[in-house]
């Protein structure tokens, strides 16, 4: 093994010293802040994208809109409808959630009611999540839409 | 002696209550300052250990399930709730949602309880149909407290400070932001997260929680 002074590992040091001091200086001048912004105003990032929380596009015309969220924790039964917190008609805008539509509001006789018909309370009967899952079976469908 | 001295004699002189407390209003004679000192101490321990060991005895879930009220209907169902079974693997147990940390408010919330033995005694729920029909009664009453105390069970484990919007599904992260700025409480929207909710209870949230404390 060679021994003396280590002269590479001198030369090194100096360097990075010296850049050191340069950062300093340039400190001095005022900080160059990597956000682009001021420390005290907020930063606006983008919301993580997951797949499952954008609206998807129907494929037949009369297809229930899917559900772009999970739904497993929602109380759904004979006593209560935790969807309807978020989109009845008089919760929809507060929440900002898509309003039922307005034939779930009428009853088998057609008559136009405050509250969502009966025949209408389960609605994952109709509209689902969904998740990016290999099908069970070979599906066949050719949807109508033309997009 | 004891049962003699039960009985106030007028042969033996004064009945046993009464020499308990002449004993106790005198100083200690033909005791050491030492031992009487050393007799507090370890009295002392064994009293206040005694009283935190039942303090914690009673707030184990356990103890909590040991009524079938509890078990066969609230706790049945929050078998199936995110506390109770989840990715981490972190559960909170009746007591970390229902009992406070904080000693006084535990103690107050402890003391409040005897009124649970009662309504034990007299099978105010003893069957699934009367549980039913107490629970909207019982869940506001559990709202309401949640609701006067800013969710502050909640919040020995979900804090906003250190709740990272962006890193939340983006509808959550919505509806947390707008929260955080109206001053809401985890309990104004998560109502029925561990244990069903009954009939009208949305209703009832907004009739006596959201209008009475808002």
């Known amino acids: 093994m060679k021994t003396g002074v280590p002269w590479k590992a001198i030369t090194i040091m100096a360097v990075l010293n010296l850049t050191g001091f340069a950062a300093l ?43 772009p969220h999970k739904t497993e924790a929602y109380q759904v039964d004979l006593k209560v409808n935790q969807c309807l917190t978020c989109h009845d008609w008089a919760n ?19 008559r136009q009611l405050d509250q969502v018909a009966g025949t209408r309370w389960f609605c994952t009967q109709c509209h689902v999540p969904q998740v990016e899952a290999e099908p069970l079976v070979e599906n066949e469908f050719t949807p109508s839409s033309k997009r | 002696m004891s049962n003699q001295g039960a009985i106030p004699n007028k042969d033996q002189g004064p009945g046993l209550i009464k020499r308990i407390w002449r004993f106790l ?38 103890f909590c399930i040991g009524c079938h009220e509890m078990e066969a209907n609230v706790y049945a169902e929050y078998t199936e709730t995110a506390h109770y079974n989840n990715a981490s693997g972190v559960r909170a147990t009746c007591p970390d949602c229902h009992v406070p940390k904080e000693w006084v408010h535990k103690v107050v919330r402890k003391v409040q309880a005897t009124r649970e033995l009662y309504h034990k005694a007299l099978g ?9 029909e107490k629970r909207l009664e019982l869940a506001t009453n559990v709202w309401t407290a949640m609701k006067k105390t800013d969710s502050r069970e909640c919040r020995n484990c979900h804090e906003f400070d250190s709740m990272d919007f962006v890193l939340q599904e983006g509808r959550a992260s919505a509806a947390h932001s707008d929260a955080f700025k109206e001053g809401k409480t985890c309990i104004d929207c998560h109502q029925g997260i561990a244990h069903s909710l009954p009939a009208n209870a949305l209703e009832a949230y907004k009739e006596k929680v959201s209008a009475v404390y808002d």
Not at chain 2, 42 to 49: H, L, P, S, T
Not at chain 2, 124 to 132: N, T, V
């Open chain 1, 25 to 67: 200086n340039a400190h001095a001048e005022g900080v160059k802040s990597l956000r682009g912004v001021q420390v005290d105003e907020p930063v606006f990032v983008e919301p993580i994208a997951r797949p499952q929380n954008t609206r998807v596009n129907r494929e037949f015309r009369q297809q229930p809109p899917l559900v």
């Open chain 1, 92 to 110: 929809a805008g507060e929440k900002k959630a898509p309003t039922l539509s307005m034939t779930h509001y009428a009853d088998r006789e057609g």
């Open chain 2, 25 to 62: 209003r005198h100083p200690a004679a033909t005791i050491s300052a030492g031992a009487l000192l050393l007799i507090g101490v370890v009295v002392g321990v064994a009293f206040w250990g005694s009283f935190n060991w039942s303090m914690e005895m009673t707030n184990t879930e356990e």
């Open chain 2, 124 to 132: 105010s729920i003893d069957s699934p149909a009367k549980f039913e």
